[in-house]
């Protein structure tokens, strides 16, 4: 069967990779990670596109059946402007769908600078949900944070109280993390909040998503699986290796993963 393929800027989006083996464990996966050009939150609109569309072009010259946008500043900036031949999805909708769906009065957005500036995860909660307020807040250090491996660091959390002040402040219910990096920090923004909020994971929902509108007859759909199981056929390409980028991916996917696989697009 053809894989799936997934690409993001870095290591991030190898947490909808674990979402994605855990609901669809007998399908396989073709990760790309564009860690050459990390990160890409701070990047223009048309720097992210062109970037976008080679590695779209490239996961459909390697035979995959559908691609995933795993990147939120991609989803939000590039997915309306790139050409596609086969079923592709990006984050940001289904994260805006989950947060419009369990969100009481406030939703708070942590993000790249590129996808808080773009106003999309803003305009598609709002969209469903004109009643609600939404409380956007750039994190520009998160991804370096997290490319660095510092997940339970005291400056991770000095700097994740600075970010995650306004969204205290305006009593947010509901907080979308809205970068595949994130979702390694929530046990961190956790502890900030004295209230209990709802966290939304775009990764995790994309893949709820994914697994639900794969063409039929084509993804052998499951429950979610006790542990993550990672065929021999699955591939994870980058466009550079680093040591710290399989320390982090193996962290991630609990070890179930293999070779890295170095090209240049």
């Given at each position: 069967?053809?894989?799936?393929?997934v690409f993001d800027s870095g290591v991030g989006g190898l947490t909808l990779v674990r979402?994605?083996?855990r609901k669809l464990p007998d399908e396989s996966v073709l990760f790309l990670g564009d860690t050459a050009?990390?990160?890409y939150g701070t990047k223009s609109s048309d720097?992210?596109?062109?970037?976008t569309q080679r590695n779209i072009d490239f996961l459909e010259?390697?035979?995959?059946r559908a691609v995933v946008i795993a990147c939120n500043t991609a989803s939000a900036l590039a997915l309306p402007r790139i050409s596609h031949k086969l079923p592709l999805w990006g984050v940001v909708e289904p994260g805006a769908a989950r947060a419009a769906a369990v969100a009481k009065e406030s939703v708070g957005i942590l993000a790249t600078e590129s996808t808080v500036l773009s106003g999309s995860y803003e305009r598609a909660i709002l969209r469903r949900r004109p009643d609600l307020e939404v409380v956007s807040q750039a994190c520009p250090l998160f991804v370096p944070l997290v490319e660095e491996g510092w997940l339970d660091d005291s400056v991770t959390l000095d700097i994740a109280e600075r970010y995650v002040a306004p969204l205290i402040e305006q009593n947010v219910d509901t907080v979308v993390l809205g970068c595949t990096h994130y979702p390694l920090l929530?046990?961190?923004l956790r502890e900030l909040f004295l209230e209990e909020v709802e966290f939304v994971d775009s990764a995790e929902v994309t893949a709820?998503?994914?697994a639900k509108s794969l063409p039929a007859g084509e993804s052998a759909t499951t429950e979610t699986a006790e542990t993550l199981e990672t065929p021999s056929t699955d591939r994870f390409i980058v466009t550079d290796a680093s040591e710290r980028f399989e320390r982090l991916a193996h962290r991630i996917l609990e070890g179930h993963w293999g070779a890295l696989e170095l090209i240049d697009l």
């Open positions: 069967m053809k894989p799936i393929g979402a994605l083996k050009r990390l990160p720097t992210i596109s062109r970037y010259s390697q035979g995959v929530e046990p961190v709820t998503e994914v």
